[in-house]
């Protein structure tokens, strides 16, 4: 009876550690368990800049100046872009069936209490894994087709995709509402950029592989869009 209660329990074990160790290489997962996490500032949900005056002072701007930005304002716009809103975990762009498909990751070149790297935004606690360490905004523009606005800017956000949230209700339909949801984001981006007198520019031409490649993307993710952010 003994040997019989080792050997369940052995098992038991066994099928635990198969499930984590799956668990940590599925989907998203080995970024958030295995990196450092860097607690942001708590985002501004009021302003001076009135929806009306961003909309009309939005424009892209794809020339910086090679001066940092703080903390905050990486924060606020990483909030713009995913940040919740609400019970249930909405968030500040709207999703189809509320699946959030998107991914957020920060290519950071120059912020001030920031180490130079890549790093995956989660919402739920509104804080960035650190990926890995390194400036990989040269790296980037290369792969956006030389685009210097990636190469200067301070930061650059990297959005990326995984079909299968949505396309599991939604069938094919479900890659056209990831791409609306996309330029939801996008535009809440930009709008955030005017508010705190920051320049921003959308990009989507740029080589996909070398992308994943770059950021370290898993396999089901498919980056749709860098957005560069820095000093006008």
């Known amino acids: 009876m003994r040997k019989r209660i080792i050997s369940i329990s ?46 009309r002072e939005r424009r892209s701007v794809r020339e910086f100046k090679r001066q940092p930005l703080s903390i905050a304002e990486i924060s606020q716009v990483l909030w713009a872009a995913q940040g919740i809103t609400g019970s249930g975990g909405v968030r500040t762009a709207p999703s189809a069936g509320a699946l959030y498909p998107l991914e ?55 959005l990326t995709a995984v079909y299968e949230r949505s396309t599991a209700r939604y069938g094919e339909r479900g890659i056209r509402y990831v791409h609306i949801e996309i330029g939801h984001v996008g535009q809440n981006v930009c709008l955030q950029a005017v508010a705190l007198k920051l320049g921003a ?27 560069a952010i820095g000093r006008k």
Do not use: C
Request: proline share 5%.
């Open 10 to 55: 052995g098992i038991a074990l066994l099928a635990l550690l198969v499930t984590w160790l799956y668990w940590t290489k599925s989907e998203l997962h080995s970024v958030e368990t295995t990196h450092k996490i860097i607690r942001l500032p708590a985002p501004k949900t009021d302003g001076p800049t009135s929806v009306e005056k961003a909309l």
């Open 104 to 158: 957020l990751y920060l290519v950071a070149g120059n912020v001030e209490g920031l180490t130079e790297g890549v790093y995956k935004y989660r919402p739920d606690g509104h804080e960035l894994i650190r990926a890995f360490e390194g400036d990989k905004r040269i790296e980037l523009s290369r792969a956006a087709l030389g685009q210097t606005s990636v190469r200067d800017a301070a930061a650059v956000l990297l």
């Open 201 to 227: 520019v959308v990009i989507g031409a740029f080589d996909d592989s070398q992308v994943k490649r770059i950021a370290n993307l898993m396999p089901k993710e498919e980056p749709l869009y860098l957005i």
